[in-house]
């Protein structure tokens, strides 16, 4: 059974940092891209970052670019996002999710989505 | 950035009635589409991606149609599992939501 299993969400002070993991089982996870998506509460769904299946190319979105960074173990079958310098704007549900299928540009549609892990940023 | 903008936001309706949510890309997404189902508390699921393909084990009274900029989703006979909130995705340049369609039976 394919599964993506986030972890790593908790309360954090504004400014502060935070690493989310995800672990996949059930495909070969090298052979996929992987993205991060989130959702704040009662909201919709935004994309945050996608990382190739080597994880030499990454890209992200604007309200996150130069604060957080998408990696990958593909030894340990794990997909991290490394989040600084947090914002109140950044509290939500953090999904991992896989490629499905993507366009000639390189962004994707998503299956299977993670069970997600809340962040919330507050003092 | 591509915006998405559905409608309705809020859709009431009865056990067996054919619904449609309409999806418009702020420019053309070609047929780079997809459509997801969340309930609450659930991570979404895709059901249709590229406009009209349908994904695996989903039921096919859920179709999707379109192209360009306009693009819809139908539910052909509802059913009470199908209480959730749907979502469009263009993924032709980066990736952006609809936001969202709630779909009360």
């Known amino acids: 059974e394919v599964q993506l299993v986030e972890s790593g969400g908790g309360l954090v002070q504004p400014g502060g940092s935070l690493r989310l993991s995800c672990a996949a089982s059930?495909?070969?996870?090298?052979?996929?891209?992987m993205h991060w998506v989130r959702q704040a509460p009662g909201k919709g769904l935004v994309w945050v970052s996608r990382i190739n299946n080597d994880g030499r190319s990454t890209l992200y979105a604007d309200s996150v670019k130069g604060r957080f960074t998408i990696s990958r173990d593909n030894a340990k079958n794990t997909l991290y996002l490394q989040m600084n310098s947090l914002r109140a704007e950044d509290t939500a549900v953090y999904y991992c999710?896989?490629?499905?299928?993507?366009?000639?540009?390189?962004?994707?549609?998503?299956?299977?989505w993670g069970q997600g892990t809340l962040v919330t940023v507050s003092s | 950035d591509i915006q998405m903008t559905q409608s309705p936001s809020t859709l009431s309706a009865s056990v067996g009635d054919r619904v449609t949510i309409t999806c418009r890309a702020s420019q053309s997404i070609s047929t780079w589409l997809a459509w997801y189902q969340q309930k609450p508390g659930k991570a979404p699921k895709v059901l249709i991606y590229d406009v009209s393909s349908l994904e695996s084990g989903v039921p096919s009274r859920f179709s999707g149609s379109g192209s360009g900029t306009e693009f819809t989703l139908t539910i052909s006979s509802l059913q009470p599992d199908d209480s959730a909130t749907y979502y469009c995705?263009?993924?032709?340049?980066?990736?952006?939501f609809g936001q969202g369609t709630k779909l009360e039976i």
């Open positions: 995705q263009q993924y032709d340049t980066y990736s952006t």
């Open positions: 999710a896989r490629a499905g299928g993507c366009s000639n540009a390189g962004a994707c549609w998503f299956d299977p």
């Open positions: 059930g495909f070969s996870f090298s052979g996929y891209w």
